[in-house]
Structures are given as structure tokens and as C-alpha cells.
């Protein structure tokens, strides 16, 4: 008997919800067959505590007096968006400190940057804005510069493009003679380590490989607070190669989540560094399947062994979108510590934590037995395979520059 | 007598020059290798304990470094922050001995100071930063 969304609230209303994580369910349907599962289970528990770039939060600041229409600002030196309005701010995770010397030694530090923004204004610290405005009859101000805090803010919303990419690449470098700097962490010669980011089988997407319950207004577990999704997230791939169990064997759907930065922990929001690289944010979400029908508990119980992520190479093969990957390996394998490339045992590192993934999930799991967190209902589902979507590359067009008569 | 731990780290042109026993046969030093890592075309982390005359043990540094091998006294150490910590796991392939290894099935990240060399190439690895030297 399929369950309405409406069904398993009234039943978290009531404190009656089964409610149970993605990794607690590979075993409940094991034991008790899928249909048995889909009966007893209302809700599977997903979680990911992982870098994800696309991130940046919305600030509006309130007016100032006399008021000013920010054109440039900068909090604790990191650039921020200003082009809306007047006192509207964007700050994205990967906007580095103003006067980071970068990679120009290479590989640069990158210590500080949107993202530690990010993680300070969730911690309650004092951040300095400063900001330059060029002066209109309405808004005559030309300059400020203030410590500001997020409790003083008049909205402060976390925005996130692209999150909770559904699988990921493993990164290695197998043609640089020397260490390489990615997002993917440093990469050693020789496929000296392959580096992976997902939590695999508690992974939100891979939960729910063909969307059937997320979609917008899908209420989430969003760095420590309640969120929701907004959209399908930049780059959303659903049309990508799948293993007959609907895991996709690359990088493929990702989400748009937006969520109250006022009400979350800096446990789950924190400002990352990669050497060489850049800064970043990492974010801790978790997505409750509700467990609608036999299908899609047997999708949530998707285990490690049943999910590959490819291997590609990251000193050239992705930067100049050359070959294809180099393999596939298991999360299981990549989870063992050591994979196996053309013959040769490598060593795994992961910038996914698993062990926090398994917290959200818990956590989220509590707090819908506790009556605390209810399913939102998408009012629509992102798309999914029939769509057709697919994840473009840029077509350059060269820019003929207009001659004159006069050269 | 003297004695001093001391790391060695090589570049990789100078993966094939004896220094090691260069350092035993000019400055009369008795040497003993706690950990070694060195690849060909790599490079290279050593970590040796230097006994002899104090005076030696220096000029022979000072003649390790003019070769082009940074060296650095084990008197640092270093610690980590574990509420910095997120367990993610991504400093287990950079540290070169086993001082930092996850754990298979909890997935947990475990830090054993005793097998860190100081080598510090997990402070600037780690995302969160959770790795500092502390002196």
C-alpha cells in the first residue's frame, strides 16, 4: 500500500513515525524483503559533511544613517556581491581574502576566505564590513566601515546553487612529475593517492537516484538547521550512465538549498582550505526519504558495494577534458583504505567525512521522531532521467574585433 | 657526546647523492634511521638520530643544507585540534609514516603522535586545519 507524505506526518505528529537511517535500512530490507520495509519504514535518513563550493549565504544589513547604496564591500577583507539594492550582500565560499597573494607562491595558503566568513557569522562572531558606495541624492553616503554580527542582520540566509552532488570522481594524478593542487585535495605522483568526496550509501542523491521525493519545497537538515530546496542545482545531470540499481556512475544530480544561517551550528558549517587551491565551505546536509512506496526503499538501501564513483585523472585528463576515466571502484573498496589502479595498490583519502554523514543522519532521525521536523512536500520534483537534461561544456564562440576604417 | 633527531627532507634530484654517509664518514657521526621514505623521482623524508661531537653535528647540517636537503630538528611536534577535526580522512594519504590512518570500519580518523615524524605536511593538507605545530 503506497503512504501519502500526509500519512507519515500525521504519524510524526502522533510520535509514531519508524523512522531509520540509510545505512540502519540495508539491513531491514535484507531481513525483511522490500515490501515488508516499505509497510514498517515511514522514513530513511541520509547525510553528507563535505566541501561544496557552490555555497554563499545573503545578508542585508540594514540601512545605515546617513544611508549609502553599497557598490563594493568587503567582510574581513573578503569580497562580498553587492550588486543588489542597496544593503543586500552576497558572500560566496570560495571568495578569497583581498589581498591573498594566492597561488602566485605556489601553492598559496588560502587560510581564510568566504568561506570562514561563512562559519564566523554562524559562530556569532564580529565581522567587519567594510564597504564603498559612489554617492546618489538618495543615498549620499560614500564609505563605511563597521563591525557587524549575524544576530543584528536583518536576514541572513544561506544560498547554495549546487549542493549534495549525487556521486562523485575519484581524483589521482598520473601524469604530473611533481604533487599536484586540486580541489580534490593534493594529488602525490605517480597515482600516489586518489582522493574521493561522498558519503556513498548514507549520500542524500544516491538515496534517491531518480528524485522520486526531492523536489522543491523538500524540507532538509541544512548546517544544523531546517532548509529547504529550491531548485535543481547548477549542473544537474540526471541523464548520465546508471548501473541497473539507478546509481549513476559519475557526478549527476545536485541540489539548490536555502536555509536560515541564524539558526545554524558551526558544527556543520565550516570554512575550509586547500592548498594551492582556494577556500571553500563545508556543509552538513540530510535529506528524510519518505518511504512512499516499495521502490523507493529499495533504492534507499543502496549499500557501499552497490555504488562505483569513476577514477579520473586530475593532471590532465579533467583540466583539458581529455580520455575518460581510468576506471570505476566501489565506495566499499574506496572505503577499505587502498583501491587497486592498473595493478597497483593506492591508497585512499576521502574530503567527505563519513563519520559526520553518520551524525546528521542520526540526528535527523531524531529529530523526526521527536515530532521536530516534519517532510515538506516538493510542489514539484526536480527533473530526473525523462527530462533529457544534460550538463553542457562551453561552446566558445571567438570574438571578431570590429575594424575600422581608421584601424 | 651529542645526540639529535633530526628530519631530512630531500629533493628529488638529490634522491642518488650518499649523504647520509657522507655525514658518518667526514663528521665522524654515528647515525641511526628512525623512518625513511624515499622514492626514486620523489621526494624524500628521512628522520635519523645524529650522535658525536655537538660542533659536528652542526657543521654537518650546515654541509646537508648547502647541498639543497632542508633539515629540521625533532623537537617540534605536531598536534591536532579535535574540534577542528571533521574527520574527513584526506590527510591519511599525504602523511608519510602512520601517524594519521583511518579507521577501516568507523571511518574515523586516528592520529598517533608517537609515529609523527613532524614532517608537518598534513598542517597545510588539512581543509579545516585542524593540524598545528606547537612547539
Partial sequence: MPKTYEEINAKIKAGEAVVVTAEEIIDIVEEEGAAKAAERVDVVTTGTFAPMCSSGA??????AHPRLKIQKAWLNDVNAYAGLAAVDLYIGATEATEDDPLNRDHPGDFSYGGGHVIEDLVAGKDVRLKAIAYGTDCYP?????TWINIEDLNEAF????RNAYQNYNVAVNVHADRPIYTYMGTLKPEIGNANYCSAGQLSPLLNDPYYRTIGIGTRIFLGGAQGYVFWQGTQHNPTVERLENGVT??????????GDLKAMDQRWIRGVSFHGYGVSLNVGL???????????????AVRDEDIVAPIVDYSRGYPYSEGGPLGHVSYAEL?????EIDGRTVETGALSSYPEAQKIAQLLKEQIEAGEFLLGRPVELIPSVESGLTFKGLKERPVEEEVTADG | MAKTRVVFHYPRTLIDVPVVSRIAREYDLDFNILRANITPDAEGLLVLELAGDAAEITRALEWANAQGVSTQALEK????DDDECTQCGVCVTICPTDALRKDPVTQEVLFTPDDCVACELCVPACPPRAMAVAF
Fill in chain 1, 58 to 63: 545573503f545578508l542585508n544589513t540594514g540601512h
Fill in chain 1, 286 to 300: 540530510g535529506i528524510p526519504i519518505p518511504v512512499l512506496d516499495e521502490d523507493i526503499v529499495r533504492f534507499t
Fill in chain 2, 77 to 80: 611536534d605536531v598536534v591536532r
Fill in chain 1, 249 to 258: 556512475k559519475a557526478g549527476a544530480g545536485t541540489l539548490s538549498v536555502v
Fill in chain 1, 141 to 145: 553616503r560614500k564609505k563605511l566601515d
Fill in chain 1, 158 to 161: 544561506l544560498c547554495n546553487p
Fill in chain 1, 335 to 339: 572505503k577499505s583504505g587502498e583501491i
